[in-house]
């Protein structure tokens, strides 16, 4: 093969080859409702989700500013207020908000950068699945 031609491939094929592992090798959620979300975060936790630590978790601060009541209202069965913003926030029960927890990528954008908020770092997946467990119990 001529090397002028293997040396502009490589990057394509590279790419290729690294989409293909991240295919193959990444544990995808691909949730469509959040009980199959829930069940994801579950498996990867290892262990059963409990609704009484996800209303815990939820409900109390974990030695930052906010807690995630502090925005979504303790009662998230009603629409919450942003604490800095005053922006408007959806109930966060699935049975109240049909959008809620129903599309992976989406629900991990909003964990990532809400548990940062309350937490200063992402929540577990056991944290997440707790969560969602007290939330669909809504």
Known sequence: MNPNRL??????RLALAFGLALAIGAPALQAATPTELRNAYTARAGAPAMAARGEQFFTS???????????HSAKPTVPGKH????????????????????????????????????????????????????????
Do not use: M
Request: net charge positive.
């Open 61 to 71: 601060s974990h030695g930052r500013e906010w807690s995630c009541a502090s925005c």
């Open 83 to 138: 604490a800095s913003t005053g922006k408007t926030i959806a109930p966060l029960a699935p049975r109240l908000n049909s959008t809620a927890f129903t599309d992976e990528a989406r629900a991990e954008k909003w964990f990532r950068r809400n548990c940062n908020d309350v937490l200063g770092r992402e929540c577990s997946a056991a944290e997440k699945a707790d969560v969602l467990t007290w939330l669909i119990g809504l």
């Open 7 to 12: 040396n502009r491939t490589f990057p394509i």
